[in-house]
């Protein structure tokens, strides 16, 4: 805690609720109604009308998980009241943001505090200021009134903390960089309800850790502040081909993306749905006959594509687009809960991941493509990596995967991991086994390693630093 913390905290300390609280409560029932009367925000507890929705993921498959309590946080203020309830109470705790952990860890059976009201997106010389509620839609959308933006995921509904705490992987990070290599402070309530502002040169191992650290381990955020850029027209590229194709397209794909020029972002996606699909997609920040000369190489090792769309459009409307929301307003492109005219569904899936740090051989590709084929519902995902996400030090940030050519997901309708784990297991011979903290993976048992390589034990520091007594806990806890 630096000079100005101290002070801070000194003063929120009446407001926050920092009082410490006396041991023979804490074996006394939760008061729950007290908690509510110190929230500016809303509490909303099992027997109140909203509670269902309440306790609600992006992931159907966890509506079986009741919480004691959903605080609706619309302060810090609020956030440190919380902390203070579940210290007292010694209840677990678990923060919230766009609710869309792939392992269900942003819910639990204690309080859950949802940041989702502290949601203001604002802009100013060059900064964006964003609260932790903010969904990747409506990030998009304020910033483009300004002409600039971040670079942040494809899915609209998920949650800027959660992405920007884990790193952060989008449609333009080959330009830009992850969503946290462009984050200048974050704010965070941490376990003793103190509210920090961390920076390069206030907490800067604080700093350090909530760049690709994880959500759910150091504290809660409340609000980011990134450095943005300038926005430009944007081609949006769909090429597809059929199955036969597919082996040529990981062998060709594999060799361009990740070295193509920086305003070039791909993902190539192999589906096994009622039929058998091989697509390469991608973002190209330039026009299309430019676009059309860096395509042609891949084309050229693969073969005619059986359809190609290649349009060119504002960076607004490419995000839509990207997030699968090109004909849908912005309100409308939410979960119904989000906003009333919200049109997007929630999605029961399951999946697991790898983070490919060398191109497949040929007999790593004919496995991903032999996997792919399997009987079942599922895409397998090749995101493009390189550019300036590779431009950044292993260890500048907590995110270690700089190396990485591109991502790899398995992802399956359902809540089955039968094909999962297989597919996955298979390519563990050819792909290793680093992953990425924001597809957390409840399977992995060298998770530590997998998620942060030679970054772990700091990690382990700054956990012990700014929570020793473990209030945040996670089944993968830093
Ligand atoms: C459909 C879909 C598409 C995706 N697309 C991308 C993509 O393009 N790029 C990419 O990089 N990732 C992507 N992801 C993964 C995504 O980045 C992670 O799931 C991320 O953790 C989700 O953040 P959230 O806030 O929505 O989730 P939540 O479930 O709310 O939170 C995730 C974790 O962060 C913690 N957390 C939440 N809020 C806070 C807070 N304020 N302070 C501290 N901890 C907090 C939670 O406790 C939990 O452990 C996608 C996920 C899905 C389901």
Redesign the pocket.
């Known amino acids: 805690m630096d000079r100005r913390d101290f002070l801070r905290a000194a003063t929120l300390a009446p407001v926050l609720g920092l009082v410490s609280v006396p041991p023979a409560l804490a074996s006394s029932a939760p008061d729950w109604p007290g908690l509510r009367r110190r929230l500016t925000g809303k509490l909303v507890l099992p027997a109140d009308a909203g509670y269902g929705a309440a306790r609600r ?3 159907p498959a966890f509506d079986g998980i009741r919480p004691g309590g959903v605080a609706y946080c619309a302060t810090p203020a609020d956030v440190s009241a919380c902390l203070s309830f579940v210290r007292a109470n010694r209840l677990p705790v ?9 392992a269900g ?2 819910t639990g059976t204690g309080l859950v ?1 949802d ?1 989702s009201r502290m949601n203001s997106v604002s802009y100013a010389a060059g900064r964006a200021t964003v609260g ?2 903010a969904k990747l839609v409506d990030v998009y959308d304020k910033l483009a009134r300004h002409g600039v933006s971040i670079p ?4 609209p ?7 920007a ?7 333009v990070s080959r330009k830009y960089g992850l ?1 946290c290599d462009t984050l200048e402070s974050v704010r ?1 309530v941490t376990a003793d309800g103190r509210l920090l502002t961390c920076d390069a040169d206030h907490h800067p191992d604080l700093y350090w850790a909530c760049r690709g650290g ?9 609000s980011f502040t990134f450095r943005t850029h300038q926005t430009r027209d944007t081609t949006v590229f769909f090429l597809h081909w059929p199955w036969a194709k597919a082996e040529a397209a990981v062998k060709a794909w594999q060799s361009w993306a990740p070295t193509a020029p920086d305003e070039l972002w791909s993902t190539l996606h192999l589906t096994r749905n009622n039929g058998l699909d091989v697509q390469i997609g991608g973002t190209y920040l330039g026009g299309k006959a430019a676009l059309d000369r860096l395509l042609a190489p891949l084309v050229a090792g693969i073969g005619r594509p059986s359809s190609r769309y290649a349009s060119t459009t504002s960076y607004g409307h490419a995000m839509m687009v990207m997030a699968g929301c090109s004909s849908l307003s912005v309100a409308q492109c939410h979960l119904p809960g989000q906003t009333a005219a919200g049109r997007l569904s929630r ?1 029961t ?1 399951a999946a697991k991941s790898h983070l490919a740090y060398q191109k497949l051989s040929a007999a790593g590709v004919r496995a991903l493509v032999a996997g792919a084929a399997q009987a079942g519902e599922h895409t397998v995902q090749l995101d493009a990596l390189g550019g300036a996400v590779a431009r950044v030090r292993p260890d500048a940030t907590a995110f270690p995967h700089r190396a990485a050519l591109f991502g790899v997901q398995y992802y399956s309708k359902g809540t089955g991991r039968a094909w999962l784990r297989g597919i996955h297991g298979d390519m563990r011979a050819h792909l290793g086994d680093h992953a ?1 903290v ?3 993976d409840p399977d992995l048992t060298d998770w530590r390693s997998a998620y942060y390589g030679a970054n772990a034990p700091r990690l382990a520091a700054v956990k012990a630093a700014y929570d020793p007594g473990r209030v945040f806990h ?1 089944p993968q806890g830093v």
């Open positions: 993921l992006f992931n678990t923060a919230r943001s766009g609710g869309h952990s792939y860890w942003s505090i940041v932790a509620g942040a995921g494809s899915c509904t998920v949650g800027v903390s959660g992405l705490l884990g790193g952060g992987i989008g449609v969503t965070i994880g959500g759910g381990n150091f504290g809660v955020a409340v999605d899936f990425y924001n597809y957390i996670l």
